[in-house]
């Protein structure tokens, strides 16, 4: 076997992504600390065409070296917008017929695998704080949480990974249904 060029790969340029349908998903990142966390997630977005990320609180932004360096360009290619707080983030989101899912650790919550997934809904999903999680609040203004299912010894997965585990599960699905 030979690896593929990147002409076999069939790749778009970023004037090109931006006229290439998306998946009706938007991420929302709540008070996430690490840049290179940040910037795996829009390398993982612009993969499975998510329509938009949201930036909230702490996390950084474009332009930034640290982003750029796991982003590898896709902080140019996926759209984005800052908020000074998730929950700000996810009511505007809200008011644009997203629902609301963060993913998340909590009593009742969904697995992933079990979530049910329309095509004709848009889907929001909020992904918090590498220690601390998705705030409080937002979890309460959530429609539902989504947990990850996990069997080893650690309770949680670094944010990037859950990030990418989610928008693949989002993405297949969705692309399953068409």
């Not at 505007?92 to 095509?119: A, D, N």
Request: charge should be negative; hydrophobic fraction near 40%.
């Amino acid at each position: 076997m030979q690896k593929k060029s990147m002409l076999d790969l069939h790749r778009v340029d970023v004037e090109q992504y931006k006229t290439v349908e998306k998946i009706p998903v938007a991420v929302v990142l709540d008070d996430v600390r690490s840049e290179m966390n940040v910037g795996s997630v829009f390398r993982t977005a612009d993969a499975f065409v998510i329509k938009q990320i949201a930036l909230c609180g702490i996390t950084g932004k474009p332009p930034s070296h640290e982003i750029h360096k796991t982003a590898l360009g896709a902080e140019d290619s996926v759209a984005w917008s800052y908020h000074k707080t998730a929950l700000e983030a996810v009511e505007q989101l809200r008011e644009q017929g997203y629902k609301i899912c963060s993913i998340e650790q909590v009593h009742g919550s969904i697995s992933l695998e079990q979530f049910p997934i329309e095509r004709d809904k848009k889907y929001a999903l909020v992904f918090g704080n590498e220690v601390k999680g998705v705030n409080q609040a937002v979890v309460d203004a959530s429609d539902c949480c989504i947990e990850i299912p996990q069997f080893g010894t650690k309770h949680s997965l670094n944010i990037a990974c859950s990030a990418a585990i989610t928008m693949w599960h989002f993405f297949n699905t969705l692309n399953e249904k068409k």
